[in-house]
């Protein structure tokens, strides 16, 4: 199965706003509207990335927390990093 121009872009809107990509997204929303996409499917779009993107920090938030708390212990403390 091949996916359409139409949802393709709509894709894209997506993982545009889920990427944080203002130029992505603005090239996207122009393309969707160029394959006749309709501005609720663009706002339904954009709505899935946010909600995307929100869980996806949310993860984050909460990784990045609890590496801070195991950092400032003593017992957590370790000498290894990164590159």
Same mark, same amino acid.
């Given at each position: 199965?091949?996916?359409?121009?139409?949802?393709?872009? =709509?894709? +894209?809107?997506?993982?545009?706003?889920?990427?944080?990509? =203002?130029?992505?997204?603005?090239?996207?929303? !122009?393309? +969707? &509207?160029?394959? #006749?996409?309709?501005?609720?499917?663009?706002?339904? +779009?954009?709505?899935? #990335? &946010?909600?995307?993107? &929100? #869980?996806? $920090? !949310? &993860?984050?938030?909460?990784? $990045?927390?609890? =590496?801070?708390? $195991?950092?400032?212990?003593? $017992? !957590? +403390?370790?000498?290894?990093?990164?590159?």
């Amino acid at each position: 199965m091949k996916l359409d121009d139409r949802i393709t872009e =709509l894709v +894209a809107i997506g993982a545009s706003v889920t990427a944080n990509c =203002l130029s992505c997204l603005e090239y996207h929303v !122009g393309k +969707a &509207k160029e394959y #006749g996409v309709d501005e609720q499917e663009i706002v339904q +779009a954009v709505d899935v #990335g &946010k909600m995307v993107r &929100k #869980g996806a $920090a !949310g &993860k984050m938030d909460k990784l $990045a927390e609890s =590496l801070r708390r $195991a950092a400032s212990s003593p $017992a !957590g +403390a370790s000498t290894a990093c990164c590159g």
